[in-house]
């Protein structure tokens, strides 16, 4: 967007405002990519300042060319989520989430959403990038492929990839769920 551009150059040449009116248009997608990816809300709050404070230091690699800002802002994201988990040790923590889901999750809307989180949490952090900045951050092949720094085809592939891990996952929980039901 021509405006992230002109907001950007304005913010690094030191106009506040500017780089306010940036955060404001551009932070809760940073945001909800951080959370899906971490499952943390205070780890992706904490992700979407490094990331416009490593915007303000480095913003200069940005390059129009290559595509819009915000693939390059889920760039510098993705970079700093894997480094933030293991500094905390959020990882294992993320596993566990994911092997003690209860089996019953799935009887209302809230936590069969849950369900899903935990799933997407779950996947490869290559397939997970891949499902999340596509079909829930709803970026293009092309944007996925900018912020993922890889060719379109590796998004596709990936997601693809991610997509039947995804389905795998749900459809074995479907299937545990059933026969615990049927058992009561």
Partial sequence: ????????????????HSFSLLYRARQGAIYRFALHMSGDPALAEDVTQEVF???????????????????????IARHLIPRRLEKIGA??????????????????????????????????????????LFDLEGASYEEAAAALDC?????????????????QKLDGRKLEANAVRSLS
């Fill in 53 to 75: 404070l490593a915007l303000l230091e480095r913003g200069n690699r940005y390059d129009p060319a290559r595509g819009p800002l915000l693939p390059f802002l889920y760039g």
């Fill in 151 to 167: 060719p379109v085809g590796t998004v596709r592939s990936r997601l693809s990839r991610g997509r039947a891990l995804l389905a």
């Fill in 91 to 132: 990882d294992a923590a993320l596993e566990q989430l994911a092997v003690d889901e209860d089996l019953l999750d799935d009887l209302t809307r809230r936590e069969t959403i849950e369900s899903v989180r935990r799933a997407v949490l779950s996947l490869p952090l290559v397939y997970r990038e891949a499902v999340v």
């Fill in 1 to 16: 967007m021509a405006s992230d551009e002109k907001w950007l150059a304005e913010a690094l040449a030191g106009d506040e």
